[in-house]
T-cell receptor, first 110, second 115 residues
């Protein structure tokens, strides 16, 4: 699986959009971009995934650049409950396991 | 659905003792994963099963660790003998085979402390 690079930490004001970047410059054509988050003392939680098109669900939007070398997870209206570590993971379609990096600690400030 | 269930939630034991962690996956899921999380190493995959058969155990640290899945609704991770460096949070996750759509659902974890 391709390696990902994320900022160590970010802050966001409550009610504003949180934009979390991820670099995956070595991604290959059959690899998907997944986002999970881990709220303190809980297990990781799936957020969204995509291949090359932008994706949106009830939790977030995923914007993938045309060259697929980077992506951005957008939480449109961050709340205090969104404070968590966010993991960007690249995974081949044939793979079953997830390889977690260090993630980004997002802190939503009141 | 109750989600992935893990027990116990917390375990404190002494070095040398046997520890057994338990997991009940989501009904209908045919993949089960065991992960370990520490401050130093983050989240690491230990082993995963498909249809109760171990597929990849390359992440199991050493022979002191063993995992079984006797049926589709139950799995155990055993450490014998336990050591202080085994202290970590152990997560179980399950997913259903559906190509790349197989989202993994994680349990709440078992926090293990080995004294």
């Amino acid at each position: 699986d391709a390696k990902t690079t994320q900022p160590t930490s970010m802050d966001c004001a409550e009610g504003r959009a949180a934009n979390l970047p991820c670099n995956h410059s070595t991604i290959s054509g059959n690899e998907y971009v997944y986002w999970y988050r881990q709220i303190h003392s809980q297990g990781p939680q799936y957020i969204i995934h995509g291949l090359k098109n932008n994706e949106t669900n009830e939790m977030a939007s995923l914007i993938i650049t045309e060259d697929r070398k980077s992506s951005t997870l957008i939480l449109p209206h961050a709340t205090l409950r969104d404070t968590a570590v966010y993991y960007c993971i690249v995974r081949a379609q044939s793979a079953r396991q997830l390889t977690f990096g260090s993630g980004t600690q997002l802190t939503v400030l009141p | 659905d109750a989600g992935v269930i893990q027990s116990p939630r917390h375990e404190v034991t002494e070095m040398g003792q046997e520890v057994t962690l338990r997991c009940k996956p989501i009904s209908g899921h045919d993949y089960l994963f065991w992960y370990r999380q520490t401050m130093m190493r983050g989240l690491e995959l230990l082993i995963y099963f498909n249809n109760n058969v171990p597929i990849d155990d390359s992440g199991m640290p050493e022979d002191r660790f063993s995992a079984k899945m006797p049926n589709a609704s139950f799995s155990t991770l055993k450490i014998q003998p336990s050591e202080p460096r085994d202290s970590a949070v152990y997560f179980c996750a399950s997913s259903a085979l559906a190509g790349v759509e197989d989202t993994q659902y994680f349990g709440p974890g078992t926090r293990l402390t080995v004294l």
